[in-house]
C-alpha cells in the first residue's frame, strides 16, 4: 500500500501576516476524554488487515476518478449511470468540482500521478470568472475549502490566488441588513440574490473565509464570516434553539423547526471548530450554550437509544422524532467537544439506521426504526464519525463499521464505470448521481479509518464540514 505521509510538524512562520491579530494558535481540547464505551465487541485488526482495507478504499476511489476522467474530465460532475458529463450552473459554467473536491483525498492516498493531473487541471483551467449565481454554502465548502486545504498540503501559490480570487467574488454575498449572507452571489458581477437562507448556510463559513484570512492577511474575511454567525446566534430563541429557515435582511425566522438535521448541522459543528481553529472565545461560548439547549431539547434517549430529533425552537416541544444521515455528523462533533461517551452512544444509534437496510436512508423514524425518505447520496457523516471515534477510543468496533460500509457501498453502490447513489436502499435502485463529495469526504474518511495515523495527524488539523483538512497552527510552512 501506498501511503504518503502528512505530518505537520515544522514550526516556521508564514510570511506576509504582520498585522493579523485576531488570532492564536490552539491546542487540542486539554480536557482528557472519557473512555467511551463498547457495546459491541470486535476483533482487532492486525496492521496488515488494516492496510487491506485502506487499499480496498484506494482502490474504489480509483475506480470512481477513472470513470469521472473518462466521461466527465473537465466538468463538475459524472452522471455515473448515463455516463454523462454534468455542470452544476449549465454547459459551458464547469468550476471543476469534482477535481477540485478530490485533489486533497488523491494527494492523500498517495495517488500521485491523478494528483497531478487534478491539480493541473485546476491549475490552467479553473474559470472564477463567469457569469453564473453560485450558492454560498457550496461554494465555500467545496471549492474555497479545497483550494485553502490544497494550498497547504502542496504549497501550490496558485491555489491560494485562486482562493483569494474566489473569497473577492463571494464576498458581496455578505451586504446584506443583518450581515448574514445572501444564498446566491454571481461571480462576475457580484449580484446578490436569495433572502430566505438557513443557519448551515449562514454559519458554515468562518472556518474557510478566517483560514483565508489567515493565509493572506486580508482581516475582512473572518470579520465578515464572524460578523454573520454572531448575528445568527444573538437571534436564537430564548431557550436557545436556532430555527430551519431564517429571512436574512429582516432576521426573522420563517420557520421555527429546531433540530440537528441539514440546513442547521454544520452551524453546530462550526462553533465548537472555529473555538479550536481560532482560539476563539466567543465561538467557544456560544458552542457551550448550544450544547446545552440542544442536548436539554432535542435528545430522545428512546428505548433502542439515543437519538436526536426535532422540536419548536421557542417552546422546545417536540415536532418530529426523525433521524438521517446528515444527523449522524453529530458524533463527531460530540467527540471533538471531549463527550466521547454521548457520542459513542448516538453513534450505535447511527449504526442501527445503516443496517436497516443494508446501507442507511436519507432519514428514519426512530421511534418506529421506519424509514421515511429511503434514498443514499453516497453520505458521509457516519463513517466521519466512526473516523472520530476510533481516533478517540481505538475501539475495534469502528474498524468492524468501517468495513460494513464499504462493504456496503461496493455490493450496491459500485457500476461498472464509477459509483452511483440509490434512489432506494431498500431495492438498492440506483441514480444518476455521483456527488463530489463522495470523493471528498467519503472515500477520504473511509481511508483515513484504515490508514496509518502518520498519514494525517489529526490533532495537527481541523476539517471543514466538507472533509477538507486545515492546519491548526499558523506557524507551520504550506506544504508540510
Known sequence: MRALKFCWSVVLVLAGLSGLVVFAQSAAPSKAPPSAPSTAPAKAMSDAEKAEMAERVRAATLHAWNGYK?????HDALKPLTLKPFDWYGEGHSLLMTPVDALDTLTLMGLKPQADEARTLIDTKLNLDQDIYVKDFE??????GSLISCYEMTGDKRLLELADDLGRRMAPMFDSPTGMPYEYVNLHTGA????????AEIGTLLLEYGMLARLTGKQNYYDMAKRAVVDLYKRRSPIGLVGSEIDVETGKWT????????????????????????????????????????????ADNEPNGLWFGQADMNSGQRTHTNYGA?????????ALGNDVHRAAELQDSSYKMWNLAGIEPETLDYTKMQITSPGYELRPEIIESTYYLYHY??????????RTYLDGLVKYCRTDEAYAA??????????????????????????LLFAPESTLEFDSVIFNTEAHPMKRDLGLKAGD
Open 70 to 74: 473518462k466521461y466527465a474530465w473537465g
Open 139 to 144: 461554494i465555500t465548502i467545496r471549492l474555497l
Open 192 to 199: 446578490v440574490r436569495g433572502t430566505k437562507s438557513n443557519p
Open 255 to 298: 420557520d421555527p423547526t429546531a433540530g440537528i438535521m441539514g440546513g442547521i448541522d454544520s452551524y453546530y459543528e462550526y462553533l465548537l471548530k472555529a473555538s479550536i481553529l481560532f482560539d476563539d472565545k466567543d465561538c467557544a461560548r456560544m458552542w457551550q450554550e448550544s450544547e446545552e439547549a440542544i442536548d436539554k431539547y432535542l
Open 326 to 334: 446528515l444527523d449522524a455528523f453529530y458524533p463527531a462533533v460530540l
Open 393 to 402: 477510543a481505538h475501539d475495534a468496533k469502528y474498524l468492524a463499521m468501517g
Open 422 to 447: 440509490l434512489a432506494d436502499v431498500r431495492s438498492k435502485q440506483k441514480k444518476d448521481d455521483m456527488e463530489s463529495f463522495f470523493f471528498a469526504e467519503t472515500l477520504k474518511y473511509l481511508y
